[in-house]
């Protein structure tokens, strides 16, 4: 059967139509119309439709999104496609300036936000290496993060503790240097989360970075055990990573 559903300004119009149907693939469409009504301005750019479905292929990998706009009588077409997710992408924006290979870690947990809350699920994975300039996105539930929270903070926190203690085991710091900050990583860092949870608390409606205690505490710990066996075991990529970070934080307080 195909159902079919019509709404206008949050209500249902006309009920549920059912019919039977021959067709073979199964699957949901969705036609849109903005509401001059609610919207001031309904000329919404191309760009903005591919910035948003390029980042759904980003964060579901396996998936074919694709883009066809209508222009006069043919449709311009655009196809996005990441068959690794985020460990393809980082790859095509590092591409000819990363300093070290994507490194990628998947993390299956559960947990509480409060000891008087019911335990969720979450699934992470992060993707990271260090290039000649960097960058950091967040995805939780196939929406991207533009401020992050939760997954940001976690990023800041792991990244300085792991990489600080690494350089005091190694006596990189000079006689009274004081300690990186996030900053001096920062400029290097090419970092990627894409989590998924069970329940979800937002900062605010538009639904730009997330706030749960939880998922922040357990990204930090899983990240932070993670990359000090990374930078134990990978000499070559840590020593890349520390001397970077260092050239910069001292640059930085030169400036």
């Known amino acids: 059967f195909e159902y079919?559903?019509?709404?206008?300004?949050?209500?249902?119009?006309?009920?549920?139509?059912?019919?039977?149907?021959?067709?073979?693939?199964?699957?949901?469409r969705i036609r849109w119309k903005p509401d001059r009504q609610v919207f001031s301005?309904?000329?919404?750019?191309?760009?903005?439709?591919?910035?948003?479905?390029?980042?759904?292929?980003?964060?579901?990998?396996?998936?074919?999104?694709?883009?066809?706009?209508?222009?006069?009588?043919?449709?311009?077409?655009?196809?996005?496609?990441?068959?690794?997710?985020?460990?393809?992408y980082?790859?095509?924006?590092?591409?000819?300036?990363?300093?070290?290979?994507?490194?990628?870690?998947?993390?299956?947990?559960?947990?509480?936000?409060?000891?008087?809350?019911?335990?969720?699920?979450?699934?992470?994975?992060?993707?990271?290496?260090?290039?000649?300039?960097?960058?950091?996105?967040?995805?939780?539930?196939s929406s991207f993060l533009e401020y992050g929270g939760a997954p940001d903070k976690a990023v800041k926190t792991a990244f300085t503790y792991a990489i600080d203690k690494f350089i005091k085991n190694q006596n990189k710091y000079q006689k009274n240097e004081s300690k990186i900050s996030f900053a001096d990583i920062a400029d290097n860092l090419s970092v990627i989360v894409n989590s998924a949870s069970t329940q979800t608390s937002y900062e605010n409606q538009t639904k730009k970075a997330i706030t749960n205690a939880f998922i922040q505490k357990a990204l930090t710990e899983f990240i932070k055990t993670n990359l000090e066996i990374y930078?134990?075991?990978?000499?070559?990529?840590?020593?890349?990573?520390?001397?970077?970070?260092?050239?910069?934080?001292?640059?930085?307080?030169s400036a």
């Open 4 to 28: 079919h559903l019509d709404f206008e300004r949050g209500e249902n119009i006309g009920g549920l139509k059912k019919t039977p149907t021959t067709k073979k693939k199964t699957g949901s």
């Open 90 to 141: 980082i790859n095509e924006i590092t591409e000819g300036i990363s300093m070290t290979s994507p490194v990628s870690w998947h993390l299956e947990t559960k947990g509480r936000d409060r000891e008087d809350m019911k335990d969720y699920k979450l699934k992470a994975d992060i993707t990271f290496c260090f290039a000649k300039s960097g960058m950091a996105e967040y995805y939780h539930n």
């Open 231 to 253: 930078l134990t075991e990978n000499s070559t990529a840590a020593n890349t990573i520390v001397n970077q970070v260092l050239v910069n934080k001292r640059a930085r307080e």
């Open 41 to 88: 301005d309904i000329d919404v750019k191309p760009e903005y439709f591919v910035d948003v479905i390029k980042k759904q292929a980003v964060v579901n990998p396996g998936i074919t999104f694709v883009f066809k706009n209508e222009v006069g009588k043919t449709f311009e077409t655009q196809e996005f496609y990441y068959e690794k997710g985020i460990s393809d």
